[in-house]
């Protein structure tokens, strides 16, 4: 660089590359960035740290060009083992894909989960990049697990709504099944509130709108969950509508 000028990252990251191929061959045209034959060319270990030392550059671009580097060059020995994926656990290769996940929830955290930072998930075409090569997002029933864990015994507004939305991608046996275990599972009213299940309706009748505090609010929950919550369906001899305790 230029006397009192600093390199971008992304120029360091290019000179770095240039200099690879300069080590490696010297008869090649670093200009060129005739990265391929240089590649080709190193001991698997070298190129291995390498590629990580490309990707924890001071920007995200750095590692996205060094992943673009790895897919592009599929029939390299051992290249999927490059850790080239920054995450909340440290850098990370492809062929970590079963142990690492896309996105997590702002407000969750999940007991050894391992996340895509985000920054580097925002870069262009990084995400598609990484679900074409087998990363996917935190399985549905993990979240409403620990959905589940943080309920106190008197769930809130927030942790409710949260709740029954992770339940929309869980199959509703199965979410049924963890909800009943936990017990502290209230479901939406139409007057805004929430109750517990059996203590709520879902009937096909007109009621007079002074019931809607026992009206099931099925805009705002997976109405076959909570009808397996306990959810009056039918008519039940002696059900005390008006009574709110």
């Known amino acids: ?18 200099l690879l191929v300069a080590a490696t061959n010297p008869a090649l045209d670093p200009s060129a960035r005739d990265t391929k034959l240089a590649l ?40 999927r083992m490059a850790k080239v994926v920054p995450t909340s656990a440290g850098m990370r290769a492809l062929a970590d894909k079963d142990q690492v996940f896309l996105r997590q929830q702002e407000d969750l955290e999940i007991d050894g989960a391992i996340f895509v930072t985000p920054s580097f998930l925002a870069e262009d075409g990084v995400e598609k990049l990484l679900r074409e090569s087998g990363f996917r997002d935190l399985d549905p029933v993990a979240i409403l697990n620990a959905r589940l864990a943080r309920l106190s015994s008197l769930p809130n507004d927030d942790h409710l709504t949260k709740l029954w939305d992770s339940a929309l991608d869980v199959a509703a046996p ?72």
């Not at 580097?69 to 390299?76: D, E, Q």
């Not at 009213?189 to 096909?204: K, S, Y």
């Not at 099925?218 to 076959?224: I, K, L, S």
């Open 1 to 18: 660089t230029k006397r009192g000028v600093t390199a971008s990252p992304r120029a360091r990251a290019t000179r770095l590359r240039d």
């Open 40 to 79: 080709e060319a190193m001991p698997k270990r070298g190129l291995r740290s390498w590629l990580r030392e490309w990707a924890e550059g001071d920007d995200p671009g750095s590692a996205a060009d060094a992943l673009r580097t790895v897919l592009k060059h599929p029939g390299l020995e051992e290249i």
């Open 174 to 245: 199965v979410a049924a099944r963890l909800m009943n275990s936990n017990g502290a599972v209230m479901v939406p009213t139409r007057d805004g509130g929430w109750a517990w299940p059996r203590q709520v309706v879902d009937l096909d009748v007109v009621l007079d709108v002074n019931f809607a505090f026992r009206l099931l609010d099925r805009t705002r929950c997976v109405p076959d969950v909570a009808h397996r919550l306990g959810v009056v369906q039918k008519p039940v001899k002696n059900y005390a509508l008006e009574d709110e305790a």
